[in-house]
């Protein structure tokens, strides 16, 4: 059994994290601002805590850890992130809890790091063609992301191979692509696409139309939550560093997408286009890496993790006009 500590548990993927975690045997201690939302964490000690605050890291970081998971970001989808409007807070905030982390852990008996950068980072110039990204990790600089939040995770990743080439300290970064499933945001202003698309679906009548941001030509890849946390542990318990993209292959048209979510409803809805906020034209993961390193690659099609996610969102659909009436 292994002391693990998960920052950032009360989120979309840390909370799947401590329950995999949990179900492993360890000894688990999950911080976060909040508690999860929709199920009640399995961790040992869960501490209500700003990391943002160096006090607060110190008390989430003592006693020592054999595994220490840092996901604790200001984030969400792009209506929270490609806005411009949380642009400032999204750096300072994100970047502050890593600088705290890592100046704390350094000084702390800690046995490996893993940091969750994102796919955000890479540069935009190479997902203009919504049909050949480019996203291998090489192909990282020179540097230009597309958002802050891609900045701030450029800077993150390489402050966490900063400490370990300077104090020895074992880093693993992964750069996570489009993660979806249950239990995550999906109407609060964070969720993102898959989740933003599955609710919009949900609430919509047979004979109804949903609004999309953009064309809907824009391509993206989508990882269930569980495929995340197992090649996050995988790549944690591996000789290999990183950065590596955790992500699916399974490039689709956000249209394609919206499609697949109306036939899972059983609903043929209309799409209106409308302006928003909607990154880079095409995004795909490139596994080349994580295969050759690790030997993982997504084993559930994206039709089967859209089914699961459609129905817990739909369940809260349902529970949410039963509130109401
Ligand atoms: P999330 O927003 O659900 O989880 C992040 C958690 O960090 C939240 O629970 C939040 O309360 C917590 N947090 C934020 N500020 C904090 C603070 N000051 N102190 C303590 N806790 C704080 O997001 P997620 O989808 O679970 O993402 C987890 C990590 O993976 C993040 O670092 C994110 O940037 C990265 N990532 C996610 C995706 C994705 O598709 N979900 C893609 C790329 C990268």
Redesign the pocket.
Known sequence: MSRVLV??A?????SHLVKRLKSEGHWVRG????NPRYAASPADEFLI????IYDNVVKALEGGFDEVYQ??????GAGFVFTGEHDADIMH??AQ?NIHVLDVARKNTIGRIFY?????MYPEHNQLDPDNPKCNEASAYPAAPDSEYGWE?LFSERLYFAYARNYGMTVRVA??????GPE??WHDG?E?APAALCRKVAMTSETGVIEMWGDGKQTRSFLYVDECVEATLRLMRSDFAGPVNIGSEEMVSINQFAEMIMAIAGKKLGVKHIPGPTGVRGRNSDNHLIREKLGWAPSLPLDLGLRKTYAWIAEQVAKGAQDSE
């Open positions: 920052l950032g009360g989120g979309f993927i840390g911080v976060d601002l909040k805590a700003d990391l943002r996901l604790a970001a200001d984030m969400g905030n994100s809890i969750s950068s994102s796919a955000c995770k750069r996570y692509h489009n993660i979806f995550g945001s964070r993102k």
